[in-house]
């Protein structure tokens, strides 16, 4: 496939990554609530003014829509809205464990060491996790990481507490929301041992490219709160994406290829995901990147 190329830079009022706001754009909305119509800073008077109607709370204390008010601030998403029926199972996982497991990406400052319960442990994270399955099985083979996983997909959300459940596993946190607003507002400076971010949205068509992740104001955000050392972990079916990340990743001064100028053979520690494995089936090919943080 053709090369693509890095995507252009978006207008500052629309972007990936908007600068920090000199209004606080993080507004903690409680789970069941509506989305927020008007800015934190507002009296809650105005706040509740003119919000569209709250959605019926289907999980209580579970994950909230849209937990840091993102509606409001023009920012480009690289997810795309999809809702998805929850199952009985994920349903009752996540009743069950959202009030230990679940983080809501409010956008006020995580203390990893609080949430994992161990200021000690290593912290690897994953955006985009889907379903959860590739997740839950690196989280088990790996139980000295904790594993901070981040999606907007609820029933992902929901199946990933309930692998964790049945795994034992003590080392995965579920986050909700948009990643970016964990990476802009909420981890301190070196606080990741790793990311991995594996078969994110390619956003095939032309006009969609500046709603893929891997860009370079992507890279500047996150390379602040890697470690040095810490590996960067991409995999992606769409060659095109692939390409792109490898351009960008390369381009960046703050990290370095595992494996010279060029795409790393598969690792055997990365389980097969589900849209790896719908890849597979169309033929695509599978490209992993591994970069370490200089
Ligand atoms: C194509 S799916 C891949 C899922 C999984 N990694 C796999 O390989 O099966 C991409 C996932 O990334 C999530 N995602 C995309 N952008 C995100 C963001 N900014 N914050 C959190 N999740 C995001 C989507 O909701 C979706 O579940």
Known sequence: MSSSPTPPSTPAAESLVPAAHAEPVAVAVPAGAAEPAAPASAPASERSAGRPAARPAKFPDGPAPDPAGSREEHRIRTFHARRGRVTDAQ???????????????????????????????????????????????????????GILAVDVHTPGQGNLLNLADQYGLTNVRVANGDAI??????????????????????????????????????????????????TLHCATDWEPYAEQMLEVLSGSRDFTN?????????????????????????????????????
């Open 91 to 145: 349903a009752g996982a996540l009743e069950r464990h959202w009030a230990e497991w679940g983080v809501e990406l409010d956008g006020s400052p995580l203390d990893l060491g609080k949430l994992f319960g161990d200021p000690s442990l290593p912290i690897v994270l994953e955006i985009g996790f889907g379903m959860g399955d590739a997740t839950a099985r690196m989280a088990a083979d790996d139980p000295a990481t």
């Open 181 to 230: 607003v964990l990476l802009r507002d909420m981890l301190p400076p070196e606080s990741l041992s790793g990311l991995r971010i594996y078969f994110p949205d390619p956003w095939p068509k032309a006009k969609h490219h500046k709603r893929r992740m891997i860009q370079p104001e992507f890279l500047a955000l996150v390379a602040p709160l890697l470690r040095p050392g810490a």
């Open 258 to 294: 595992q494996y010279g100028d060029g795409y790393a053979p598969r690792p055997d520690f990365r389980p097969m995901t589900k849209f790896e494995r719908q890849g597979l089936a169309k033929d695509h090919i599978v490209h992993d990147l591994l970069f370490t943080r200089r």
